[in-house]
Protein backbone atom coordinates (compact mmCIF):
# COMPACT_ATOMS: atom_id res chain seq x y z
CA UNK A 1 0.00 0.00 0.00
CA UNK A 2 2.75 2.50 0.52
CA UNK A 3 4.59 1.80 -2.47
CA UNK A 4 1.78 2.40 -4.63
CA UNK A 5 0.34 5.53 -2.55
CA UNK A 6 4.11 6.89 -2.70
CA UNK A 7 4.39 6.34 -6.37
CA UNK A 8 0.92 8.28 -6.84
CA UNK A 9 1.71 10.52 -4.74
CA UNK A 10 5.25 11.80 -6.04
CA UNK A 11 4.01 11.71 -9.33
CA UNK A 12 0.86 14.23 -8.84
CA UNK A 13 3.87 16.54 -7.04
CA UNK A 14 5.64 16.16 -10.27
CA UNK A 15 3.12 16.95 -12.68
CA UNK A 16 2.01 19.95 -10.31
CA UNK A 17 5.56 20.87 -10.60
CA UNK A 18 5.48 20.71 -13.96
CA UNK A 19 2.03 22.20 -14.46
CA UNK A 20 3.64 25.41 -12.58
CA UNK A 21 6.93 25.53 -14.95
CA UNK A 22 4.42 25.29 -17.59
CA UNK A 23 2.35 28.49 -16.69
CA UNK A 24 5.29 30.79 -15.80
CA UNK A 25 6.48 30.05 -18.95
CA UNK A 26 3.03 31.06 -20.83
CA UNK A 27 1.77 33.65 -18.49
CA UNK A 28 -1.73 33.70 -20.45
CA UNK A 29 -2.86 30.52 -18.88
CA UNK A 30 -3.29 32.59 -15.99
CA UNK A 31 -6.78 34.50 -17.50
CA UNK A 32 -7.86 31.04 -19.06
CA UNK A 33 -11.14 29.87 -18.39
CA UNK A 34 -11.04 27.33 -21.08
CA UNK A 35 -9.85 23.89 -18.93
CA UNK A 36 -10.12 21.64 -21.61
CA UNK A 37 -8.08 23.93 -24.12
CA UNK A 38 -5.42 24.65 -20.71
CA UNK A 39 -5.42 21.16 -20.10
CA UNK A 40 -4.43 20.26 -23.86
CA UNK A 41 -1.94 22.72 -23.98
CA UNK A 42 -0.16 22.01 -20.97
CA UNK A 43 -0.25 17.91 -22.38
CA UNK A 44 1.32 19.35 -25.68
CA UNK A 45 4.02 21.15 -23.99
CA UNK A 46 5.14 17.78 -21.42
CA UNK A 47 5.25 15.78 -24.24
CA UNK A 48 7.74 18.35 -26.17
CA UNK A 49 9.49 19.30 -22.65
CA UNK A 50 10.19 15.55 -21.12
CA UNK A 51 12.32 14.82 -24.44
CA UNK A 52 14.30 17.63 -23.80
CA UNK A 53 14.89 17.33 -19.90
CA UNK A 54 16.13 13.37 -20.64
CA UNK A 55 18.40 14.57 -23.68
CA UNK A 56 21.73 13.62 -22.78
CA UNK A 57 23.59 16.85 -22.05
CA UNK A 58 26.62 18.48 -24.17
CA UNK A 59 30.07 17.63 -23.24
CA UNK A 60 29.96 19.94 -20.19
CA UNK A 61 26.75 20.43 -19.72
CA UNK A 62 26.39 18.66 -16.23
CA UNK A 63 29.61 20.51 -15.24
CA UNK A 64 28.88 24.04 -16.61
CA UNK A 65 25.54 23.52 -14.85
CA UNK A 66 26.64 22.46 -11.66
CA UNK A 67 29.81 25.05 -11.53
CA UNK A 68 26.60 27.58 -12.19
CA UNK A 69 24.76 27.12 -8.91
CA UNK A 70 24.26 29.45 -6.29
CA UNK A 71 25.81 26.99 -3.67
CA UNK A 72 29.33 27.48 -4.86
CA UNK A 73 29.42 31.05 -4.04
CA UNK A 74 28.16 30.92 -0.77
CA UNK A 75 30.87 31.31 2.49
CA UNK A 76 32.65 28.07 3.28
CA UNK A 77 30.17 26.84 6.53
CA UNK A 78 26.89 27.21 4.70
CA UNK A 79 28.24 25.94 1.57
CA UNK A 80 29.12 22.50 3.33
CA UNK A 81 26.12 22.86 5.43
CA UNK A 82 24.05 23.10 2.82
CA UNK A 83 26.16 19.83 0.86
CA UNK A 84 25.53 17.44 4.23
CA UNK A 85 22.32 18.53 3.68
CA UNK A 86 21.34 17.85 0.07
CA UNK A 87 23.98 14.81 -0.38
CA UNK A 88 22.59 13.34 2.85
CA UNK A 89 19.15 13.92 1.99
CA UNK A 90 19.65 12.65 -1.61
CA UNK A 91 20.88 9.54 -0.44
CA UNK A 92 17.84 8.58 2.50
CA UNK A 93 15.66 9.27 -0.50
CA UNK A 94 17.09 7.31 -3.05
CA UNK A 95 17.53 4.68 -1.16
CA UNK A 96 14.57 4.32 1.53
CA UNK A 97 12.03 5.06 -1.29
CA UNK A 98 13.76 2.04 -3.92
CA UNK A 99 14.15 -0.29 -1.22
CA UNK A 100 10.80 0.58 -0.22
CA UNK A 101 9.12 -0.05 -3.49
CA UNK A 102 11.04 -2.41 -5.82
CA UNK A 103 12.38 -5.12 -3.07
CA UNK A 104 9.54 -6.33 -1.01
CA UNK A 105 12.37 -7.14 1.95
CA UNK A 106 13.25 -3.51 2.55
CA UNK A 107 16.27 -1.91 3.17
CA UNK A 108 19.08 -4.22 4.23
CA UNK A 109 22.76 -4.87 4.34
CA UNK A 110 25.21 -2.05 3.54
CA UNK A 111 22.65 0.37 2.08
CA UNK A 112 20.95 0.47 5.63
CA UNK A 113 24.51 1.03 7.34
CA UNK A 114 24.88 4.04 5.20
CA UNK A 115 21.48 5.01 5.51
CA UNK A 116 21.71 5.44 9.41
CA UNK A 117 25.26 7.34 8.60
CA UNK A 118 23.69 9.40 6.37
CA UNK A 119 21.02 9.72 8.32
CA UNK A 120 22.68 10.90 11.53
CA UNK A 121 24.53 13.74 9.08
CA UNK A 122 21.23 14.86 7.99
CA UNK A 123 19.34 15.27 11.68
CA UNK A 124 23.00 17.32 12.08
CA UNK A 125 22.64 19.68 9.72
CA UNK A 126 18.65 20.18 9.13
CA UNK A 127 19.02 21.40 12.71
CA UNK A 128 22.29 23.92 11.71
CA UNK A 129 19.82 24.87 8.52
CA UNK A 130 16.85 25.48 11.15
CA UNK A 131 19.21 27.96 13.27
CA UNK A 132 20.85 29.53 10.67
CA UNK A 133 17.48 29.97 8.09
CA UNK A 134 14.78 30.61 10.29
CA UNK A 135 15.00 33.96 10.01
CA UNK A 136 14.54 34.27 6.30
CA UNK A 137 11.46 31.81 6.35
CA UNK A 138 9.56 33.13 9.23
CA UNK A 139 6.07 34.05 8.26
CA UNK A 140 4.99 37.79 8.03
CA UNK A 141 2.90 38.13 11.04
CA UNK A 142 0.35 40.22 8.64
CA UNK A 143 -3.68 39.97 8.54
CA UNK A 144 -4.48 36.98 6.10
CA UNK A 145 -7.87 38.41 4.27
CA UNK A 146 -10.70 35.84 4.09
CA UNK A 147 -12.17 35.47 0.54
CA UNK A 148 -15.48 37.45 0.31
CA UNK A 149 -17.45 34.32 -1.39
CA UNK A 150 -16.84 30.60 -1.66
CA UNK A 151 -17.27 31.56 -5.68
CA UNK A 152 -13.89 33.11 -5.61
CA UNK A 153 -12.37 29.87 -3.65
CA UNK A 154 -14.14 27.35 -6.36
CA UNK A 155 -12.87 29.74 -9.45
CA UNK A 156 -9.66 29.53 -7.75
CA UNK A 157 -8.71 33.20 -7.61
CA UNK A 158 -7.36 33.02 -4.48
CA UNK A 159 -4.02 31.60 -4.64
CA UNK A 160 -0.99 31.88 -1.59
CA UNK A 161 2.01 33.98 -2.99
CA UNK A 162 5.26 32.36 -3.87
CA UNK A 163 7.06 33.32 -1.52
CA UNK A 164 4.71 32.37 1.62
CA UNK A 165 4.04 28.77 -0.21
CA UNK A 166 8.04 28.43 -0.09
CA UNK A 167 7.94 29.26 3.41
CA UNK A 168 5.52 26.96 4.50
CA UNK A 169 7.07 24.17 2.53
CA UNK A 170 10.27 25.11 4.16
CA UNK A 171 8.81 24.51 8.05
CA UNK A 172 6.84 21.32 6.24
CA UNK A 173 9.66 19.88 5.41
CA UNK A 174 12.04 20.84 8.65
CA UNK A 175 8.72 19.24 10.70
CA UNK A 176 8.72 15.88 8.62
CA UNK A 177 12.87 15.94 9.16
CA UNK A 178 12.26 16.53 12.92
CA UNK A 179 9.63 13.80 12.55
CA UNK A 180 12.23 11.18 10.77
CA UNK A 181 14.63 11.70 12.68
CA UNK A 182 12.16 11.16 16.00
CA UNK A 183 11.08 8.17 14.56
CA UNK A 184 14.72 6.95 13.37
CA UNK A 185 15.77 7.27 17.02
CA UNK A 186 12.96 6.13 19.11
CA UNK A 187 13.06 2.46 18.06
CA UNK A 188 16.61 2.58 19.38
CA UNK A 189 15.09 3.25 23.09
CA UNK A 190 13.68 0.26 25.25
CA UNK A 191 10.40 1.16 25.44
CA UNK A 192 8.52 0.20 22.46
CA UNK A 193 7.79 -3.78 21.81
CA UNK A 194 6.58 -5.06 18.73
CA UNK A 195 3.91 -3.45 18.11
CA UNK A 196 5.29 -0.18 19.08
CA UNK A 197 8.05 -0.79 16.29
CA UNK A 198 5.65 -1.26 13.66
CA UNK A 199 3.94 2.42 14.23
CA UNK A 200 7.52 3.60 14.52
CA UNK A 201 8.32 2.40 11.16
CA UNK A 202 5.00 3.77 9.59
CA UNK A 203 5.80 6.64 11.03
CA UNK A 204 9.08 7.26 9.18
CA UNK A 205 8.01 6.35 6.38
CA UNK A 206 5.06 8.54 6.02
CA UNK A 207 7.18 11.23 7.03
CA UNK A 208 9.78 10.38 4.91
CA UNK A 209 7.08 10.84 2.35
CA UNK A 210 6.14 14.33 3.72
CA UNK A 211 9.63 15.31 3.29
CA UNK A 212 10.05 14.13 -0.15
CA UNK A 213 7.12 16.29 -1.11
CA UNK A 214 8.06 19.53 0.68
CA UNK A 215 11.67 18.95 -0.89
CA UNK A 216 10.39 18.86 -4.01
CA UNK A 217 8.25 21.95 -4.22
CA UNK A 218 10.59 24.15 -2.25
CA UNK A 219 13.53 23.02 -4.69
CA UNK A 220 11.09 24.32 -7.71
CA UNK A 221 9.66 27.77 -5.99
CA UNK A 222 13.41 28.69 -4.20
CA UNK A 223 16.15 26.54 -5.56
CA UNK A 224 15.28 26.61 -9.28
CA UNK A 225 12.80 29.03 -9.62
CA UNK A 226 11.73 28.59 -13.34
CA UNK A 227 11.48 32.07 -14.90
CA UNK A 228 9.44 33.41 -17.60
CA UNK A 229 10.07 33.43 -21.03
CA UNK A 230 11.04 36.73 -23.53
Request: net charge positive.
Amino acid sequence: MFAIISILVLLAAALATAFRRFRVRHPSVEGSILRAAVARDFTGWLIHTVPEWLKKPAPGGWTAWARALALWRLPLFQKWLLIGLYGSFLYLAASGFFFAIFIPRGLYGFPLVLHVFAGAIFAVCLTMIAFLKARRYAVSPAAVSLPADFRSVRDLKIRPRTTDLAKGLFWLFLAAGVSLAASALLPMLPWFHYQGQIVLFDWHRWSALVSLVAAMGFADLDLFAPRPEA
